[in-house]
C-alpha cells in the first residue's frame, strides 16, 4: 500500500523561496509515495494573486489563503476548513528545501517502524525554570520549519491544543474556538512577553495529554544563532 502525505508549505511574501521549494518537493518526489501539496498563504492580496498565478491550476497543489498570524495559524485555519485524507502531514517552511528523494520516505519508514508519532527538527526540549517560552512543566516541541506526523494526531492538536501564537488568538477573524487555555492565567500579564512560538502550545498540550513518541533529528551545522547572528553567515576554519 502507498503511503500518502500532504506536505503544508507555510508562505509570507516570499515567492522566489516558494518556487524553490516547491521544485525541490518536486524534483524529489518518492515513487512510492502518494503526495499533495498546501500552500498556506498568508500574504497580501497582491502577493497571493501573483501565488494563484503561479500554482493555481496545478493539479498536485492547494492553495489556502488566511490571515497573516504565522505559520501555526495556517494549520489550525486548515484542519478546520480543508478536509485532508492522507495518512501523514509534513508541515515544511518555505524556506527549507528537500535535498534527497529519501527525504520523506525514511521519516515514513522511522514513524511505521518504530510508532513515532511525529519525526522532524527538534525545536527545544522545555526543561529549565527560565526557559524563554513556557516554565511550568516539561515538553518536547518539534520545529514548525520541518516535521512530519500523523494527519489524526496533527488534526487532534490543532483542534484540541491549536498550533496559533497563544498571544495571537485574540486577532483572529474567522471565528475559530480553541479549547486549550491552558497558557491563559501565565501570559495574562504581557502577551507579548509571555507568548508563545508557533507550535508551542500545542506540543506543550501534546505532552501534558498524550504519551507520543517523537524523534526529532540533530542539527548538524547552522549558519547564524537565532536572537544574536541570525540572517549572517560564519566562515568554518
Not at 521544485?23 to 524529489?28: G, P
Not at 514548525?144 to 494527519?151: C, D, P, V
Given at each position: 500500500m502507498t503511503p500518502s502525505c500532504t506536505i503544508i508549505i507555510s508562505h509570507y511574501e516570499s515567492i522566489p523561496f516558494l518556487r524553490a521549494c516547491i521544485r525541490q518537493i518536486r524534483k524529489?518526489?518518492?515513487?512510492e509515495i502518494k503526495q499533495h501539496i498546501i500552500i498556506s498563504d498568508q500574504s497580501s492580496q497582491s502577493t497571493y494573486i501573483n501565488v494563484f498565478l503561479d500554482f493555481g491550476n496545478s493539479p498536485d497543489i492547494t492553495i489556502v489563503h488566511s490571515a497573516p498570524?504565522?505559520?501555526?495559524?495556517?494549520?489550525?485555519?486548515?484542519?478546520?476548513?480543508?478536509?485532508?485524507?492522507?495518512?501523514?502531514?509534513?508541515?515544511?517552511?518555505?524556506?527549507?528545501?528537500?535535498?534527497?528523494?529519501?527525504w520523506l520516505f525514511m521519516s515514513l519508514g522511522l514513524m511505521e517502524e518504530f510508532d513515532f508519532k511525529y519525526v522532524g527538527?527538534?525545536?527545544?526540549?522545555?526543561?529549565?525554570?527560565?526557559?524563554?517560552?513556557?516554565?511550568?512543566?516539561?515538553?518536547?516541541?518539534?520545529?514548525?520549519?520541518?516535521?512530519?506526523?500523523?494527519?489524526d494526531v496533527y488534526e487532534e492538536m490543532a483542534l484540541?491544543?491549536?498550533f496559533t501564537r497563544f498571544h495571537n488568538r485574540p486577532q483572529d477573524n474567522s471565528g475559530m474556538v480553541w479549547k486549550n487555555n491552558d497558557w491563559a492565567e501565565w501570559a495574562k500579564e504581557d502577551y507579548q512577553k509571555r507568548g508563545s512560538d508557533d507550535d508551542t502550545v500545542a506540543f506543550d498540550w501534546e505532552d501534558n495529554h498524550r504519551e507520543h513518541d517523537k524523534l526529532g533529528f540533530g542539527i548538524t551545522g547552522k549558519m547564524g544563532i537565532h536572537g544574536e547572528e541570525s540572517g549572517t553567515f560564519q566562515r568554518q576554519n
Amino acid at each position: 500500500m502507498t503511503p500518502s502525505c500532504t506536505i503544508i508549505i507555510s508562505h509570507y511574501e516570499s515567492i522566489p523561496f516558494l518556487r524553490a521549494c516547491i521544485r525541490q518537493i518536486r524534483k524529489y518526489a518518492h515513487p512510492e509515495i502518494k503526495q499533495h501539496i498546501i500552500i498556506s498563504d498568508q500574504s497580501s492580496q497582491s502577493t497571493y494573486i501573483n501565488v494563484f498565478l503561479d500554482f493555481g491550476n496545478s493539479p498536485d497543489i492547494t492553495i489556502v489563503h488566511s490571515a497573516p498570524l504565522y505559520s501555526g495559524y495556517g494549520l489550525d485555519y486548515i484542519f478546520r476548513n480543508f478536509p485532508i485524507h492522507s495518512e501523514y502531514v509534513c508541515q515544511l517552511h518555505v524556506d527549507a528545501f528537500p535535498i534527497h528523494k529519501n527525504w520523506l520516505f525514511m521519516s515514513l519508514g522511522l514513524m511505521e517502524e518504530f510508532d513515532f508519532k511525529y519525526v522532524g527538527v527538534l525545536q527545544f526540549i522545555c526543561d529549565k525554570p527560565e526557559a524563554i517560552y513556557y516554565y511550568k512543566n516539561n515538553f518536547f516541541a518539534m520545529a514548525h520549519s520541518f516535521n512530519i506526523g500523523r494527519t489524526d494526531v496533527y488534526e487532534e492538536m490543532a483542534l484540541e491544543g491549536g498550533f496559533t501564537r497563544f498571544h495571537n488568538r485574540p486577532q483572529d477573524n474567522s471565528g475559530m474556538v480553541w479549547k486549550n487555555n491552558d497558557w491563559a492565567e501565565w501570559a495574562k500579564e504581557d502577551y507579548q512577553k509571555r507568548g508563545s512560538d508557533d507550535d508551542t502550545v500545542a506540543f506543550d498540550w501534546e505532552d501534558n495529554h498524550r504519551e507520543h513518541d517523537k524523534l526529532g533529528f540533530g542539527i548538524t551545522g547552522k549558519m547564524g544563532i537565532h536572537g544574536e547572528e541570525s540572517g549572517t553567515f560564519q566562515r568554518q576554519n
